[in-house]
């Protein structure tokens, strides 16, 4: 009778726990640390994960191109006041920017790259352009 070596132990612990490929679900042999069956696998599931992070970055930078557009629009010399009602008419989308600016006397304005607006209470906006910013 043979004898059970610690080789032969290691080998049947690892081929005890089944893994699967992350992509095609089949059964992976090899590697332990194998999360796909093959590279092709693996290339589709990253090219796949890629695209729908592209689609989306793409549709959000579009929301916050159109905003910039807009405040643009109403913004001709850098500094405006506008009635918050215009700006939701032109299709402005107040939930997208690329950041928040406090301004030295506390009030807040969310900009889209260079175009920042400031909500003066429920009913107009304060727009403002990046090169006008003091600080
Ligand atoms: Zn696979």
Redesign the pocket.
């Known amino acids: 009778m043979k004898t059970l070596q610690a080789s032969d132990h290691l080998v049947l612990s690892m081929e005890s726990v089944k893994r699967y490929?992350?992509?095609?679900?089949?059964e992976?042999h090899g590697r332990r640390d194998k999360r796909?069956?093959?590279d092709?696998?693996?290339a589709s599931y990253y090219n796949r994960a890629n695209a729908e992070a592209t689609s989306l970055m793409r549709r959000v930078n579009y929301k916050i191109s159109k905003n910039r557009r807009i405040l643009a629009r109403f913004n001709p010399t850098g500094q405006a006041k506008i009635a918050k009602q215009k700006l939701i008419e032109s299709g402005l989308n107040f939930d997208y920017f690329t950041n928040t600016y406090k301004s030295q006397t506390g009030q807040v304005f969310y900009f889209c790259y260079d175009q920042g607006y400031h909500e003066m209470g429920n009913k107009y906006v304060k727009i403002l352009a990046r090169n006008k910013v003091k600080d």
């Open positions: 490929c992350k992509e095609c679900e089949e992976i796909f069956c093959t092709y696998c693996r």
